[in-house]
Every structure is written in C-alpha cells, then in structure tokens.
C-alpha cells in the first residue's frame, strides 16, 4: 500500500492509498479540506471535531441523496462546487446533544 501525504484545512496527514487509487483519494481530500474549510469561514464552529463531524455529515448527506444508478461508477460525495443545503445550526444542536448524551447519536 502506498502512502500518500495530504493537507486539511492546514494540517498534515498520511494516508495508506492502493495503487491506482490516488486520484480517488485526493478528489477525496479535496472535498473534505473544501468542506471543513467552508465551516470553518462561516464562523459559527471553531472546534475542529466539530467542524469534521458536520464536514462528515454534510458530504454523507450529499451522498446520500444522489441518484442511485446501477451502472454508475464510483465517485466522490460532494463534486467541487456542489452546493448542499443543509441546517448547520440544526447539526451543531445535535452534536451538543449527542456529545451530552455519552456520544449516542440522536
């Protein structure tokens, strides 16, 4: 397994990548730093878990609710540019709360 080093929003990680499968894994990355970046700008989060966890949540969302296609080949959560709608101030209530309740998801 290769390895590959990467930046998100600022800070260094390795990352064990197959071969063959860099692009994938920087396309990956790239919407991962824009996504916890965006976050970040809006100034409503400062934490850093935070801003993974709704980072997280936000391109799972965008995952989640695109076309299923039976012939489609893989591709990244959330294309550059790709706008998600979502409540962030409504995601950030449910992490307080589930950070409260012990870490169970609510």
Request: charged share 25%; aromatic share 2%; hydrophobic share 50%.
């Amino acid at each position: 397994m290769k390895q590959i080093e990467v930046t998100i929003m600022g800070q260094s990680y390795i990352l064990g990548c197959p071969e063959g499968g860099e692009q994938s894994l920087l396309e990956a990355v790239g919407n991962v730093d824009r996504e916890m970046s965006a976050i970040r700008d809006a100034g409503k989060v400062k934490a850093r878990e935070r801003i993974a966890v709704l980072a997280a949540l936000n391109l799972a969302f965008a995952l989640a609710e695109r076309p299923v296609s039976p012939a489609a080949a893989p591709v990244s959560a959330a294309p550059a540019g790709a706008d998600v709608a979502v409540d962030v101030d409504s995601l950030i209530r449910r992490i307080d709360q589930s950070l409260a309740n012990d870490g169970q998801l609510l």
